[in-house]
């Protein structure tokens, strides 16, 4: 921009050439309200610029484009200075006058932040924060407006008042396309109710500019799922709008629902002004264009017609009469009411009807978190604390019931149906009453509510059963065809015209049970508008409609087609219905099959029989029905979600035998063997209903590149995902490359250790990250993605901002890589984890990587173990030390560093102070090395965790270390395994721990301290009230050392974890012993040996663990036998030892 202004500005001060040889090349200037390039120039502001023609002269050529630039800097400036007014600055210069010069040194300033300084004659802005409504703000026909709109708005907004989640919208970048071809549960479904990560947005900063340098929106939607609360934001707003609490900005606001507009067949824009809103008056069109107005249109999703912005004419002329949705796609493009703010609602799948170059600003309503349905449901029980337990427990423990609840509609409707279920029950041997496990059965519930099923009990028949029974039905006859041939029609609001044509009785609808399905709502043209109380009660009386006119009817129930079919019945019926769902490509008949399987199960049949269903009714085809649904899945080579749906819908008939093989594979580890297209669909539904699966879908050692290749759409919406040894090679990447690339992708976690990655692979998810949002943690362990590869991620590092952690481990990437991914690290400022270790890294790869520690701060942890970077490594990394204030934990295991590298890292340890974390494990520190880590361990007030395994330290140097315990006030691990450590650093550290107040942890196992080390160690566990754990296995320690320990035990109350190996003196079995002394079992230890290498080696170990003091009796001990493995992870096999 600033480039663009130079040149105006040259072009201004220099002279014009000869006239002969000028000319424009200059096109005319798009159109008010069309994108120029990425950005659309802002309807708001006016530039009426002359186009510039070489028919205007070649001598003028030059004078116009002066002209052309003086203009464009004074409607820049003035747009600006308005924009600064609306953000609380002052007014600055007079935007008219002054040469371009100083017009561009005027924009300058702006930019800069200095225009509203020094302005001596400010001018008066059309409107102030101090005066909302303008020019119009006493006007007595906007208050009798602001009083309609209060009077329209009455009652409560939302159960409880307005939750956080309306008053924060997500701001988001587009439609996903999952949102514009699925429905709404399978939205829900599939992100496992979780809803984008992204900005939030405050509604009282929903139409301003979200930077000072940027306009406010003009079109602005915000898209939810059906029942997500978009009405109640709407009404919320406006009624805050109307009190003066929120949208000072405008001067007006018109909101209208898609309902009222569509009791019109023809409108002019300046009709819908006067006719819609009367207390306006006749100078409707006057008003809105003086006054900055927002028209809100709500409902998208219930236009009658569809809006077409490729075959709409342009209209201009606010007089004239045209279709309804040709008025509004004019607006929208700004044929129409140019300067007024459009606000739109919709559901998903209906707002890309809008084209999104139209779109300024998208936002979303997320639906319920846990603490919100618990909320809810309180509200709906706030009397009965023993009733809102159960259905939270309910709720809890169907995962598919709870995904559901995060629609705010639902939620409640399940919380009735619930609720109803509870107060009812008639004890828990009645198998009718259990709790519902199924969408439908849970629908059944509500039914049998509405119908005042309270008074029902299972066989037995009274005269008021008997009338409940005949009013459902009726009213499934008329309201399910109603609802039925509204799902195929995608007709969501009906008219009295419209309940005409499909047989409705008016006055069925003034009955108490049409109110549990069908609402009311009065429209501004003053007729009714009718909609279903949330659109899976319509699908639901659909389904049952559908069910019920099935055993009757001899023709395609979709069409009224007079074409009948040779051999009737309810079979024939459902797999015509089962065919167009599985073919409607928007999903919107999905969940209308899963209510329509539903009710074919027993327990539903069970629960509707002598109201809506006949006892026994087609329970024959339950069977036939899950082989042609079980078919259905043969052919499918890429999973979609029709294929899923129809394990939901199994799910709903309660033949769950596909679903269960699978899951029970999963848990075994046998999924490799099922591979077939049913079993897919399967591992597919279950990735989005499993619990399992919820926290991490594991899926390595199981799948094939073709399986993986037709799991791929559902992959997407994993949030955690596992796919180590699966031998997965390049193409593999490349395909996953395309997921993590995908705009709808939520996999947050990914891991493919242990695969055939090469540098091919490595660049095809290097390409990936230049563009996903999603990803924070990337696993690559144990490939061979190289130099090449390393390049490739570090070169996607430069530019990706989300991604935290990434383990390279095992790659061969060596120096180079190595300097790759320091330069990554120079430049990237998120990446918080990277793991090196095993990469044949030298020292000039630990250099490179020093370097880039300078400059990073975001970098917190960094494991460089297994390389080969010594001495002069280990001093580089010192170096970087000294700087890096970021850095909490460096792993320098197995590197070859001396005691000349200890030194310097000692050194730089004296001046870090963000550092928690050392790890220094077999490397080789002797005695001297020791000495270094004494004094910087005295001086250090920040280090928690020190790792010295396997070094040289022998006595001299564990003394030294014992001697800065002692001073040491933060330090809480200390691992000395393995050291050539005798009694009298044992004695050291005996004396140490005696005043140590920090030390949590002590690892002294495979050092021969004997039994003087052993009673030294028991003499401070008396007095020490810190330590945990302590590991003394292979200590060379006999009978007195053990009853020493054991002594120390019987008066130690914070110890947790005792580790003994080899200990001489146990008893082979639990035997009696005197107060204070333990003879816990002789246990041999045994190693497992798990795989080829080193790597993969587990010792599993006894552990002695106090059980809770709470419990243990006078005298006696109590002891826990469990199992940890090298990596330190505890299994809970414990068995109890009494003494």
């Not at 009807?353 to 349905?373: A, H, K």
């Not at 939270?392 to 409640?412: E, I, K, N, W």
């Amino acid at each position: 921009m600033l480039v663009a202004l130079g040149t105006i500005l040259s072009i201004q001060e220099q002279p014009a050439p000869p006239t002969s040889s000028s000319r424009s090349d200059c096109g005319p200037l798009a159109g008010r309200g069309e994108r120029v390039g990425p950005q659309r120039v802002s309807p708001h502001t006016s530039l009426e610029a002359p186009y510039l023609s070489p028919a205007a002269g070649q001598g003028d050529s030059r004078q116009q484009v002066q002209a052309f630039s003086s203009q464009l800097l004074a409607a820049i400036l003035d747009s600006m200075r308005k924009q600064e007014m609306r953000m609380g600055g002052e007014a600055g210069q007079g935007h008219g006058a002054g040469s371009p010069a100083e017009q561009v040194k005027a924009l300058m300033d702006l930019l800069s932040g200095k225009g509203c300084q020094g302005s001596q004659a400010p001018q008066t802005p059309d409107r102030t924060p101090d005066s909302p409504r303008g020019p119009h703000g006493n006007d007595s026909r906007i208050q009798r407006h602001q009083e309609a709109l209060l009077s329209r708005a009455g009652g409560s907004l939302e159960l409880g008042g307005p939750s956080p989640r309306l008053t924060n919208l997500l701001l988001v970048e587009g439609l996903m396309d999952l949102q514009l071809r699925e429905h709404d549960f399978t939205q829900v479904e599939a992100t496992r109710g979780a809803w984008r990560s992204a900005r939030t947005i405050a509604l009282n900063r929903l139409f301003l500019p979200l930077s000072r340098v940027s306009i406010p929106p003009r079109i602005s939607i915000t898209i939810g799922v059906a029942g997500v609360g978009k009405t109640t934001l709407v009404r919320h707003f406006v009624c805050l709008w109307a009190r003066g609490q929120i949208g000072k900005d405008f001067s007006l606001v018109l909101p209208l629902t898609f309902r009222d507009l569509n009791t019109h067949e023809k409108l002019s824009a300046d009709r819908l002004i006067r006719s819609i809103f009367p207390h306006v008056g006749e100078s409707g069109l006057e008003v809105a264009a003086l006054a900055k107005v927002l028209l809100i249109l709500d409902g998208l999703d219930e236009c009658k017609t569809p809006l077409d912005f490729s075959n709409t004419v342009a209209c201009t002329d606010p007089k004239k009469e045209i279709q309804v949705d040709h008025l509004i796609t004019n607006i929208i493009r700004g044929n129409l009411f140019p300067e007024v703010s459009v606000w739109v609602t919709s559901r998903p799948s209906a707002a890309g009807q809008i084209p999104g170059g139209l779109v300024d600003r998208m936002t979303e309503i997320r639906g319920f978190n846990e603490e919100e349905i618990k909320l809810c449901l309180e509200q709906m029980f706030p009397e009965d604390q023993v009733l809102l337990d159960w259905v939270l427990s309910q709720v809890r423990a169907h995962r598919a019931l709870y995904l559901m609840c995060t629609v705010p509609a639902f939620c409640r409707l399940a919380g009735l149906a619930l609720g109803h279920l509870c107060r009812h029950r008639q004890g828990p041997q009645d198998t009718e009453l259990w709790p519902p496990r199924t969408l439908c059965e849970l629908y059944s519930w509500y039914f049998r509510m509405a119908l005042g099923g309270e008074g029902q009990e299972k066989g037995k028949v009274s005269p008021r059963i008997e009338q409940l029974a005949h009013g459902g039905r009726r009213m499934v006859g008329t309201l399910g065809r109603l609802a039925f041939h509204g799902l195929v029609k995608k007709k969501y609001v009906f008219y009295e015209p419209d309940l005409k044509v499909f047989g409705v009785d008016l006055a069925l609808l003034q009955s108490t049970v049409c109110s549990y399905f069908l609402q009311r709502e009065e429209t501004l043209a003053s007729s009714a508008a009718y909609c279903f109380t949330h659109l899976s009660l319509q699908e639901f009386l659909g389904a049952a409609y559908y069910y019920s006119a099935s055993k009757r009817a001899i023709f395609d129930l979709f069409t009224e087609g007079g074409v009948s079919w040779p051999r009737l019945g309810f079979l024939t019926h459902f797999r015509s219905a089962a065919q167009r769902a599985m073919q409607a490509e928007d999903g919107r008949l999905d969940v209308f099959l899963r209510f329509l399987c539903g009710l074919l199960s027993p327990r539903v049949n069970d629960l509707l029989a002598g109201s809506l269903l006949a006892p026994g009714e087609q329970q024959g085809s339950r069977v036939q029905v899950a082989q042609f649904l079980q078919g259905s899945l043969q052919s499918s080579t890429v999973v979609c979600a029709r294929a899923v749906n129809v394990l939901h819908c199994l799910h709903e008939l309660q033949h769950t035998e596909l679903a269960r093989s699978v899951e029970e594979a999963m848990e075994s580890g046998g999924l490799a063997r099922l591979t077939g297209p049913p079993h897919r669909a399967a591992l597919a539904y279950l990735l989005q209903v499993s619990d399992a699966c919820a926290q991490e879908a594991n899926l390595s050692l199981s799948l094939s590149q073709g399986v993986l290749q037709s799991l791929l759409p559902q992959l997407l919406y994993c949030r955690s995902l596992r796919l180590d040894t699966n031998q997965f090679q390049d193409p593999v990447m490349e395909l996953l490359g395309s997921v993590l690339s995908g705009k709808d992708c939520h996999i947050q976690r990914i891991s493919l250790a242990e695969n055939q990655i090469s540098n091919k692979g490595a660049k095809a998810l290097a390409r990936s990250l230049l563009v996903n949002r999603s990803l924070t943690s990337l696993d690559l362990r144990c490939n061979s993605i190289g130099p090449q590869g390393a390049k490739a991620l570090a070169d996607a590092l430069k530019i990706n901002r989300t991604l935290a952690s990434l383990s390279l481990q095992s790659n061969r990437i060596r120096d180079d890589g190595a300097k790759f991914m320091a330069e990554a690290l120079a430049a990237n400022r998120t990446l918080s984890v990277m793991h090196l270790q095993k990469n044949t890294i030298g020292p000039m790869g630990a250099q490179h990587m020093a370097d880039a520690l300078k400059q990073n701060r975001s970098l917190k942890e960094l494991m460089f173990s297994s390389n080969s970077i010594g001495d002069g490594g280990a001093k580089a990394l010192a170096e970087a030390l000294k700087v890096n204030q970021g850095l909490e934990s460096l792993d320098l295991q197995s590197n070859s560093i001396s005691d000349t590298g200890v030194a310097a890292l000692m050194g730089a340890l004296c001046a870090n102070r963000a550092l928690l974390s050392l790890n220094l494990r077999e490397n080789s520190i002797s005695p001297e090395g020791a000495q270094e880590l004494a004094r910087a361990l005295c001086t250090n007030s920040t280090l928690k965790n020190l790792d010295l395994t396997a070094n040289l330290l022998h006595d001299q140097g564990a003394q030294a270390i014992a001697m800065a315990v002692r001073e040491n006030h933060t330090l809480m691990s200390l691992h000395l395994q393995w050291n050539f450590i005798q009694a009298g650093a044992a004695k050291a550290l005996g004396q140490a721990l005696q005043f140590n107040k920090s030390l949590i942890s002590l690892d002294l196992q495979e050092n021969a301290i004997g039994d003087e080390g052993a009673c030294a160690v028991a003499s401070a566990l008396k007095a020490n009230t810190a330590l945990t754990a302590l590991y003394l296995q292979v200590a060379s320690i006999g009978a007195p050392g053990a009853q020493a320990l054991g002594e120390a035990l019987a008066v130690n109350r914070t110890l947790e974890i005792l580790e003994k190996r080899h200990w001489g003196g146990w008893s082979q079995s639990p035997g009696k012993c005197s107060e204070g002394q333990l003879k816990p079992p002789k246990t041999q230890s045994s190693r497992e040996f798990l795989g080829d290498g080193w790597d993969d080696m587990h010792c599993h170990r006894t552990v002695w663990k106090p059980w809770d003091p709470a419990y243990q009796s006078p005298g006696k001990s109590h002891w826990g036998i469990r199992c940890q493995n090298d990596l330190g992870n505890y299994q809970d096999k414990c068995s109890l030892v009494h003494c």
